[in-house]
Each structure stands twice: as structure tokens, then as C-alpha cells.
Nanobody, 124 residues
Framework: QLQFVESGGGLVQPGGFLRLSCAASGFTLDAYAIAWFRRAPGKDHEGISCISSSAGNTYYDDPVKGRFTISRDNTKNTVYLQMNNLKPEDTAVYYC?????????????????WGQGTQVTVSS
């Protein structure tokens, strides 16, 4: 099964930071764009950031722009999400998924199964 293993979540106060990791399982990710999604209670998965296969292009949804940074290390088969200045509305389970192709496009169509995700809770 093609999926990722996400880690790095936790409980943090508003204004704090976390660094999430997602390691590919069952495939090598260097040929694919990778996106981070999150799912808040009662809501659908929301795409928040995407990175092209060579890391030459990155994209951010407006709610996280300027606060989150996506990166990847293809030698480690891992993608990262540095999250700074966290807000309570960032509370969600965070997942990553691979995009069909090397670039982020359209609605970021994914082909990997959802993993367990990693819980991020921002609260004082």
C-alpha cells in the first residue's frame, strides 16, 4: 500500500512552532510532487501546501502563507512542514500525499492512501 507515515505533531501554545515529517512507505517519492493536507474535526481534508518533485516550486494556501514552509529531502524519502506562529485554527490532523506527476497543479490530485496522520493541537 502506497502511503506516508507522518510524525512530529503535538500540543503547542499559540505562537509556537512544530516541524512535521512524512516518510514515504512502499515507494520512492522523488518522481512526485507532495502535498500536505489537514483535517479539522467535522471538516474535509484541506490542502495547505505542495512542493514539486525537485523542490523548485512550492505553494501555500492563504491561511498558512508566511507561517508554514514545506521542504523535502529525496535522499531520505521524506517531506517536512515547518509550522511557525501557530494559531488555534491550525488544530487538525495533518497528512501528506503524493500528486500524480512532478508538479503541483489543479486541485492537487493524489494517488496515495491516507496514513494515520499526526495530530496538531494549538491551545493555551
Amino acid at each position: 500500500q502506497l502511503q506516508f507515515v507522518e510524525s512530529g505533531g503535538g500540543l503547542v501554545q499559540p505562537g509556537g512552532f512544530l516541524r512535521l515529517s512524512c516518510a514515504a512507505s512502499g515507494f520512492t517519492l522523488d518522481a512526485y510532487a507532495i502535498a500536505w493536507f489537514r483535517r479539522a474535526p467535522g471538516k474535509d481534508h484541506e490542502g495547505i501546501s505542495c512542493i514539486s518533485s525537485s523542490a523548485g516550486n512550492t505553494y501555500y494556501d492563504d491561511p498558512v502563507k508566511g507561517r508554514f514552509t514545506i521542504s523535502r529531502d529525496n535522499t531520505k524519502n521524506t517531506v517536512y512542514l515547518q509550522m511557525n506562529n501557530l494559531k488555534p485554527e491550525d488544530t487538525a490532523v495533518y497528512y501528506c500525499a503524493a500528486i500524480y506527476g512532478r508538479y503541483c497543479y489543479g486541485s492537487w490530485p493524489t494517488f496515495t492512501s491516507w496514513g494515520q496522520g499526526t495530530q496538531v493541537t494549538v491551545s493555551s
